[in-house]
């Protein structure tokens, strides 16, 4: 009923303009347009400059019916987030994309469950012994670290002034000792995170193998 109501109300307002139109010749390109206008609807054979940026319908002048509809130009905020989706939305695809092929290299990189597994129990074990190697240094910049130290000690007891070669060298022992700790770290996430990666990969690797082993099959 409401749509009725609304083309009947449409077409009250258009007849000036369609007669108008009609009487002055419109070609088969001529449109009207219609826009909201201070809570009302307006139309007309021409778009004032203050309805540019307002959606509108546009309406063949020849027929009266409906040929497009224009949204309202969006604020400045609203592009910048537009284009902040758009951007997502293609790194996301280019994510999805990167997945894909990863997978295809997975599944014609290893002929069997086995020899991905044992890949990743390869990548396991080098992490494993970088951990080891990350330890070992950090244990040496340690001690290192506490040697440099007590040189500054027995200074400041003996009341004499510590180097400054001797305080840069503390400075940049203790910076790398940081540094190593971050690494190590960064291995330990590393060693945690591929366990759910093989059983992740596995499943992946499961799901394509099976279509190719149906159609092998058949």
Known sequence: MKTIVHIACLAVLLAPAVAQAQRGGASANKRLYCWEEDGRKVCGDALPASAVDSARTEISAATGL???????????????AARLAAR???????????????????????????????????????????????????????QSLLTLLRQAAELELQAKPVRKALADDIRQQHA???????????????????????????????????????????
Not at 66 to 74: I, T
Not at 98 to 123: H, I, N, W
Not at 192 to 204: S, T
């Open 66 to 80: 409906r040929r497009d509809h224009v949204g309202r130009a969006l604020s400045e905020e609203e592009r910048a």
């Open 88 to 142: 997502q939305a293609a790194a996301e695809a280019e994510t999805e994309a990167a997945r894909r092929r990863r997978d295809l290299a997975m599944v014609e990189s290893y002929a069997t469950e086995a020899d991905l597994r044992r890949a990743y129990g390869e990548r396991i074990t080098l992490v494993e012994e970088s951990m080891k190697t990350s330890q070992m240094g950090m244990a040496n910049l340690r």
């Open 176 to 218: 790398d000792l940081l540094r190593q700790e971050t690494i190590l770290q960064q291995q330990r996430d590393e060693r945690a995170h591929l366990g759910a990666d093989l059983e992740d990969a596995l499943e992946r690797y499961r799901a394509l193998k099976r279509p190719r082993s149906a159609a092998d099959a058949g």
